[in-house]
């Protein structure tokens, strides 16, 4: 009986203790939903971005037939890339940087490039915006000159922003680049500042007249001269000026005519056979100056419908330097510069052309190009 008594209170007991244990079990189903996050929540949530996989996209980009579309990197990156080129002078990048997004780089330039920074700063963002096609930024640039140069800072700023607006803009915009480059010729400030204007030559076409700067040029060497009977500084100062009267600019000046007479050459399958020479390093006179132009006039060609005639002449040159004398390395060189150049403008390459990629050095950089490298070169 007294065995009964214990058995039938056991179970009861057994009872509580699965109705406590439900009741906490239901506690933790509770607070676990309480914390979970809500649906909408969870789609906020970054997913992780795959690499390189974003197309440049920008007004400021003049799209070329064919044209091969980069991977870029992310903003963040294209930031501290620009920052270290542009703007760290002394300690960063060496040349322009690859893979950015055009949208990026306008932005960048429009916030961050003002009257503040370093003439040389004006100098690099000037690359940049070459090697971007970035025309849309162009307004920036021309908002700057205000004819308010105040000393040699300010002067040199101008100069460069003078070249931006001769290379990159349309006829109407490249008159006015000229126009101020003749007031910048004639400000007194030029008097020590011949060596940036009359490189500036390079950033002018053929129809450029130099009329005006070597009628000051000339008139300042004697004024010089006169001044420096009594100071030897500014004899000094006249004697760089005529090396540079006598040496450099009849250099600019021929460079000038070269690129007139490739541009006056009516027949588009001889003009970019020219261009490619003279891209290529293969025409009778080559700089960089000169390959630069060369590739900003084939990136114009290109534009106009010529890219198939562009990458055929591309092959044409490079055929012509695999004849010639060249020692292996340097005609590997020239030869992936054209390859490059091909793949550029969108043509397909052939196995061949693959290989040779593959052997570029890693530093070697071309104008034709905007996909990763490693190192500054």
Known sequence: MVKRIFEEIFF??????????????LGLLLFCSCHQPPTNAQNKIKKPVTA?????????????????????????????????YIFDIYYGRKVEPRNLDPAHVEEFLRTKLDRSKQSDSFARARMVVDFYDLTSVLDHFEDMLRRNEKDAQTFQQSVQVVRT??????????????????????????????EGLTEAI??????????????????????????????????????????????????????????ETIENTANPEQKTY???????GQADATSTELERWAARILRSEARKGQTQVIIE????????????????ERKLAFQVRSTRAVRFFGGKLTDEEKKLLEQAEDFQIDFLDRDFYKGDG
Do not use: W
């Open 313 to 328: 002449n591309m092959r044409r040159v490079s055929a012509e330097i695999e004849k010639a004398g060249f020692e292996k």
């Open 202 to 259: 390079n950033s002018f076409d053929g129809r450029f007249s130099a009329n005006t700067l070597l009628e000051e040029i000339n008139k300042t060497y004697a004024d010089l001269k006169e001044r420096g009977k009594s100071d030897s500084f500014v004899d000094g100062q006249a004697e760089e000026l005529y090396t540079l009267m006598k040496s450099r600019l009849p250099q600019f000046l021929a460079h000038l005519k070269i690129r």
């Open 12 to 25: 009861e007991l057994c009872k509580v203790k699965n109705i406590i244990i439900g009741f906490i079990l």
């Open 274 to 280: 020219k261009l490619s020479q003279l891209y290529l």
């Open 165 to 194: 607006l001769a290379e990159q803009g349309d006829s109407k915009t490249r008159n006015k680049a000229f126009e101020y480059y003749q007031h910048l010729v004639k400000n007194p400030l030029a008097e020590t500042e011949f």
């Open 52 to 84: 390189n996989k974003k197309k440049p996209n920008s007004a400021g980009k003049r799209k070329m037939n064919g044209e091969l579309n980069y991977p870029v990197v992310d903003k963040e990156i294209a930031v501290k890339e620009l920052e270290s």
